[in-house]
């Protein structure tokens, strides 16, 4: 004999609505839960997920811009969210989470359809985002929502170190003359991958004052490779320790010493002990340049993108590009 059920309606969710600055706290609550949550169900109980530096969720937004979404429950909480990016024609999302006594119910398939929705209608041809590697629940989750594994991203971290010359950096440049590189960098930056589109994330990190983006260029001062660089804490109430690379981009791969001496230069004189590159798979023999300067392994995640939407290594210079904040 069956016992009896306490009948339980479903739970509503309402959205998606645009994410704002006040909603940080909320955001940081439901991001440290749902990922501390995660690392319990892979085994790993002792891991507690730290919630973000504020001012990185800000930089987050404003990137995001309209496609920092999020869904409320019916007491107005926030049940989910996902916080979708768009460089030109390539999109990427991350971070996104749902609260962690709302899964199991749907919600997540939805915020990862509205974030693909909003990317094709704002023309993006590249749709990504990067997940845990050991995770098989995420990945078959993402995978039946048509997106494919890719290779992984690598992150590496070389000690500072001081360089000959001190690097160029945008931040100390006037108005105009930042402006004018801006520009050089997208100019650069469409011309090796054509539709891809970094000014925006230089702009917000310069006016955020979160890093600075180092500029190389040749004795003629032609423009010929840069790397957006935050300095600024990832995690809430912890001291700077790396210099990380968001994007770095290089119109000849054979160029990347002399840009990972400006970044060690860089690291230094921002006040980091190492700075940190997230190394895209396909990238074997800059992989293996790293190795042999010393770098270190210190993480790994698994690129994904969907199977009509994925991203081509270019067929000349180098783009590394960041699926996380």
Request: proline residues 4%; contains cysteine.
């Amino acid at each position: 004999m069956a016992g009896a059920r306490t009948w339980r309606p479903r739970e509503q969710f309402f959205g998606p609505s645009i994410a704002h600055l006040d909603d940080v706290a909320s955001l940081n609550q439901v991001f440290s839960d749902a990922f501390t949550e995660r690392y319990r169900r892979d085994g790993m109980v002792g891991v507690r997920v730290p919630m973000l530096n504020p001012a990185i969720w800000r930089y987050a937004i404003e990137d995001a811009a309209s496609g920092a979404m999020l869904w409320r429950d019916g007491r107005g909480q926030i049940a989910a969210f996902n916080i979708v990016h768009r460089s030109g024609t390539e999109g990427w999302m991350g971070p996104l989470a749902v609260r962690s006594d709302h899964q199991a119910a749907g919600l997540g398939r939805t915020i990862v359809t509205a974030g693909i929705e909003w990317l094709r209608r704002s023309g993006a041809r590249v749709i990504g985002l990067e997940t845990m590697p050991r995770t098989m629940d995420n990945i078959g989750f993402y995978s039946s929502l048509g997106f494919v594994p890719g290779r992984l991203t690598i992150t590496v971290t070389l000690e500072s170190a001081p360089a000959a010359h001190a690097p160029l950096l945008l931040g100390r440049l006037g108005d105009d003359e930042k402006r004018e590189a801006a520009e050089a960098c997208r100019e650069l930056l469409d011309r090796i991958a054509p539709g891809y589109d970094h000014t925006r994330e230089i702009v917000i990190t310069d006016r955020l004052a979160l890093g600075d983006t180092l500029l190389l260029r040749d004795a003629s001062g032609r423009l010929r490779g840069f790397a957006l660089c935050h300095s600024a804490p990832l995690v809430e109430g912890r001291a700077r320790d790396e210099l990380r690379v968001l994007k770095l981009v290089l119109d000849d791969e054979r160029l990347l010493g002399e840009m990972l001496r400006g970044l060690r230069d860089m690291a230094r004189r921002s006040g980091t002990q190492r700075v940190a590159i997230r190394m895209q798979g396909e990238y074997e023999d800059a992989y293996a340049a790293l190795i042999e300067l010393g770098g270190r392994v210190r993480w790994t995640d698994l690129r994904m993108a969907l199977h009509d939407a994925p991203a081509v290594k270019p067929a000349q210079g180098m783009v590394l590009s960041n699926w996380e904040i």
